[in-house]
């Protein structure tokens, strides 16, 4: 499985970004996608997940502002991301996984990431 990233920029603090992580390969088997984000001299750590029947999980520090869900048709995940702060600013991996979890340990595959940079 192939996992390629898109979307990331430069954004002003209060602005939005949809992430979009199209995955490629053996996906003809039900899985789920997540999100996660590294900042610099940060461990990296869980923004959301979606499972393969469109369950949604979230990190307390993103709820309510980021939505996450999936275009099973196009094998896509989004992550819509508003009212963006500077603390959101990381390389943020989509991952690829049989379970939808925050745990990064059972996710199979992942992007390489896009950076997501939010000026105050």
């Known amino acids: 499985v192939q996992l390629v990233e898109s979307g990331g920029g430069l954004v002003q603090a209060g602005g939005s970004l949809r992430l979009s992580c199209a995955a490629s390969g053996h996906t003809s088997s039900s899985y789920a996608m997540g999100w996660f984000r590294q900042a610099p001299g940060k461990e990296r750590e869980f923004v959301a997940a979606v499972s393969w029947s469109e369950v949604t999980y979230y990190a307390d520090s993103v709820k309510g502002r980021f939505t996450i869900s999936r275009d099973h048709a196009k094998n896509t995940v989004y992550l819509q991301m508003n009212s963006l702060k500077p603390e959101d600013t990381a390389v943020y991996f989509c991952?690829?996984?049989?379970?939808?979890?925050?745990?990064?340990?059972?996710?199979?595959?992942w992007g390489r990431g896009t950076q997501v940079t939010v000026s105050s």
């Open positions: 991952a690829w996984g049989p379970v939808a979890t925050s745990a990064a340990g059972r996710y199979d595959y």
